[in-house]
């Protein structure tokens, strides 16, 4: 078992900035991936970026590409998303997933992940 915990959220201005973290407990050494989903009312859960164990690759959603950067601390005990020209469209919460049963072509699916945390709200004002 792995737990979660998110925090960081906040309210922002359009333009500015947040960094999200993310503590892991429990099995952090079997964790294969861990990633960041967000979620609005009414829509459904959406990937926003993941690092991979082992290479480290990253990735992320189209619309999140170069404002945002995951990462993570090296004993994979902590993940972090650094989100960066925010928009009102970056709204909604936030949440951390790991998995340590992952496959590659799941890497941007929430259904591919075991473990998750009960979110952090991001509210970005026009």
């Known amino acids: 078992q792995v737990q979660l915990v998110e925090s960081g959220g906040g309210l922002v201005q359009t333009g500015g900035s947040l960094r999200l973290s993310c503590a892991a407990s429990?099995?952090?050494?079997?964790?294969?991936?861990m990633a960041w989903f967000r979620q609005t009312p009414g829509k459904e859960r959406q990937f926003v970026a993941a690092?991979?164990?082992?290479?480290?690759?990253?990735y992320y959603e189209d619309s999140v590409k170069g404002r945002f950067t995951i990462s993570r601390d090296s004993a994979w005990n902590a993940l972090f998303l650094q989100m960066n020209s925010l928009t009102v469209e970056d709204t909604g919460v936030y949440y951390c997933?790991?998995?340590?049963?992952?496959?590659?072509?799941?890497?941007?699916?929430?259904?591919?992940?075991?473990?998750w945390g009960q979110g952090t709200q991001v509210t970005v004002s026009s």
């Open positions: 997933a790991a998995s340590s049963t992952i496959i590659l072509s799941n890497m941007r699916n929430g259904g591919g992940y075991e473990y």
């Open positions: 429990g099995r952090t050494f079997s964790t294969r991936a």
């Open positions: 690092v991979r164990r082992g290479t480290s690759v990253t």
